[in-house]
């Protein structure tokens, strides 16, 4: 999977858990969006402050669905 975004979010697997990759790392993996904000702010990543933020993002990558999707 290559892209040019720091933050990569792959499609939902069959408990609705999405892989999350920062700057290529697997950072873990998010079942809703309070835990990309957690993952975000760990990564010590600027703009992630809240949910809001992390769906108007430019600089994630969504596979499998956008960041309303989370059922598999």
Known sequence: MF???????????S???RLV?????????AYGLW???VFLQRAGLEGFADEEEIVASER??????GPD????
């Open 15 to 17: 408990d609705g858990g």
């Open 60 to 65: 994630i990558e969504w596979f499998g669905g």
């Open 35 to 37: 835990d990309m904000v």
């Open 21 to 29: 990759r920062i700057q290529g790392a697997v950072v873990g993996r």
């Open 3 to 13: 892209s040019s975004h720091p933050v990569i979010v792959g499609p939902p697997d």
């Open 69 to 72: 999707v989370w059922d598999p």
